[in-house]
Structure formats: C-alpha cells, structure tokens
C-alpha cells in the first residue's frame, strides 16, 4: 500500500493499454452459450454479496477478481500508520476492506460497494478518531469520461468506531460522447484511498490497489441490446461451446478439433497452430465488426473469399449443409490472413446458424466490442 500527504490519483488509461492489461495479467473466464446463460451473468453480478466475495481466495489479490464483464470482487486488508519523525509507530489503524463492482449493460454506470470491516486501532487512535475514504479516478481520453456520482461526499469521513461494520457504495458514471471512436469508448482507472485523524495526529493517504472500467454507446451489438453499458474490462473473456448441445454439435466438434487436433482439419498444413485457444497459452481471436470501418470490411471480404475458396476443395453431403470455417468470419484471424491457420468443413446447416447466432448473441449480451480479443473453449 502506497502512502502520500495527498491521495493519489491514476494515471490514464487508454483502451488499447486496459486490452493490454488484461492480456498480460492472464485473468479470463468462461462465457456459456445463450441468452439465459447471459441473464444469468447480470442476475448474479447484481446479487453478489459480501460473504460470496471474501470467500473467494482468488479475488485477495491487488488485481481482484473479474467474475464476469459486469462482475468484479475484491478483498484485503488496509492499514493507514502514523510514524514519528524517527520512525517508529505512533498510531495505527489496520481494516479489511471488501470491495463490489457491478457493470451494466443497458447504462454507462457502474456501483462500487465499499465494506469494512477487522477494524483494529492503536497509539493515538482509537473509535473516536476520523477516517476518512475518497475515490481517486482518471478518465480516458479526457479527465471528464468518468465521474464519481452518488456519494454523500468524496471525501467520506467518520469514526474509527463506525468502520467496524460500514457500508458505502458510489458511482462512476461516463457521459455519451465523452468516449471515442465509433463505438464511443471511454476509460476509467480507480482507486481508493484512505487517512485518519486523531489524538494529535494524522495519517498520510494509503492508496491501494487500481482497478479499470470501460464505457460504450457502441451500434455493434445488434438491436436486442442496449447501445450503451459498461463493462469491467481487464480480463480476456471466453466464449464456450459443448459438443454434447446436439443444436450445435456439428460446429462444436469443428472447433474442438481446430483447436485441439489442428493437424486433422482442412486445409491440411504442416505445423498448423489455429489461434483461440488462450487456456494453452495460443493467441486470442479478435472480433472485427464488417461495418466499423473501410479496414473491417476488407478483412471480412478476404474472410469470404478464403473460406469460400477453400470450401471448394471439399465435397458436400447434401443441400443442407453450410460450409462452416474456424476462426469465425467475424474475427480478424480469420481465412483472409492467409497463412493457412484456419479451417473449413461442412456441418448440418440448421446447427452452423444456430451456432452463429449463438457467437453473436454473445457479442452483445457481454459486449464485445469490435477489435476486442477473446477465447474460445470447447468441452
């Protein structure tokens, strides 16, 4: 825990550096197939409790846990020191903190809960001191992208006494066209940050750990999803297929063998590795959406022509079988590439729609964002 006369504040962070972020630090999680496996993402964001938090081991860490895009929980304890000028102690207060993000996808609005709780005081400071707890935050691409809403005061203050069991929440909110890009993007990084007072003396500001947030107005997510919302966005979601769902299990097995047995698809290559598969340490897919730019609609017409290519070198069963290619049409990993990473086969066409339906309701109900990376999970 950082500590300083004045609460820190972040530094910006663009989206490219949040996608970076969250590349680097590994974290993902598995997207089940669906609208009501999606519903059920929301509800449980919205429900998360304290006691569900701090019993995750895996969200005690600086980074937390991000559960899911609207989710995120994180647990720790605090501990604000005042030192004399020879160094040693003379007052401490030592709490626990609990922290609840909840996303959202119909409003670019986030609610943080704040939970404390193991207040332990010493030397001068005891339940009559002040404690004070101020958010911290940086917007991108201008300091006014995200604000700090619905809180009585920032900085909030009140006894060591009444922390033992406190409950706070606020707000960071990005207004429409604060953002950039078509899609409206906006960044927040957010900190927290805390002091107390007392039998003479005052701590300086502890700062703990930083966390991000991305804002969109995106039209990208088709008309069964709102166009704005926000998402916790330092993690590489997974989207998942079961070959077991027999309404899609033609693409499942495509995918599963693309991803696992590269070397039985066509077309044949040696020493084909197909990107998507980030729990074994490949290379995430990127989602390119046709209609975001000139650049888009050239991938996605090198995707066509490719895919279409080298479904002519197979035979197919019958009229009711679609060409099927891996990775998506909609990804820029795609046939277009032309490094022959891909492949291509026929499955029963009603399965490969259903599939395809499936992949793009997973797009908007956890908006994903064109040029946004994920991976894909087949059981």
């Not at 500590?3 to 910006?12: D, I, L, Q």
């Not at 997207?31 to 509800?43: D, H, L, Y």
């Not at 609609?297 to 070198?313: I, L, P, W």
Request: aromatic share 10%.
């Amino acid at each position: 825990m950082q500590t300083s006369e004045t609460p820190a504040v972040p530094e910006p962070s663009s989206e490219a550096d949040e996608q970076k972020i969250a590349r680097e630090s590994g974290a993902t999680y598995v997207a089940e197939s669906g609208g009501t496996a999606a519903s059920k993402r929301i509800q449980a964001a919205r429900s998360l409790t304290k006691e569900q938090c701090r019993a995750r081991s895996d969200a005690h860490s600086a980074e937390g846990k991000v559960i899911n895009h609207f989710s995120f929980c994180r647990w720790g304890y605090n501990t604000a020191i005042k030192l004399s000028g020879q160094g040693a102690v003379e007052g401490m207060v030592r709490f626990r903190e609990t922290e609840i993000g909840t996303g959202s996808d119909n409003m670019r609005d986030a609610t943080i809960e704040v939970h404390t709780d193991k207040v332990v005081s010493s030397g001068k400071f005891n339940d009559s001191a002040m404690m004070s707890f101020e958010v911290t935050r940086a917007g991108w691409p201008s300091a006014s992208s995200c604000q700090v809403t619905d809180i009585s005061s920032n900085p909030f203050t009140t006894t060591v006494g009444d922390w033992r069991d406190e409950y706070i929440a606020y707000g960071l909110v990005s207004a429409r066209g604060s953002g950039t890009g078509p899609d409206d993007i906006a960044t927040c990084v957010y900190q927290h940050n805390w002091k107390v007072t007392g039998g003479g003396a005052t701590t300086p500001w502890s700062s703990g750990p930083q966390s991000g947030l991305r804002f969109d107005s995106s039209k990208s997510l088709g008309s069964n999803f709102y166009d704005q919302g926000v998402i916790f966005d330092r993690v590489v979601p997974t989207f998942s297929y079961d070959r077991a769902q027999a309404d899609t299990a033609g693409v499942a097995n495509h995918i599963y063998d693309a991803l696992y047995r590269p070397q039985t698809t066509y077309p044949s290559k040696t020493g084909k590795v197909i990107p998507g598969d980030i729990w074994s340490g490949k290379r995430p897919l990127h989602r390119n959406w046709t209609n975001f730019d000139a650049a888009a609609a050239e991938v996605a017409r090198k995707n066509r022509n490719a895919k279409d290519a080298a479904c002519r070198g197979l035979s197919r069963p019958n009229d009711t079988y679609q060409c099927d290619e891996f990775p998506f049409a909609s990804t820029k990993e795609g046939a277009g590439v032309g490094d022959g990473n891909f492949s291509v086969r026929y499955v029963p066409g009603a399965e490969n729609e259903q599939a395809g339906r499936e992949l793009g309701s997973w797009y908007g109900s956890d908006r994903v964002l064109h040029n946004n990376e994920y991976g894909i999970y087949v059981n």
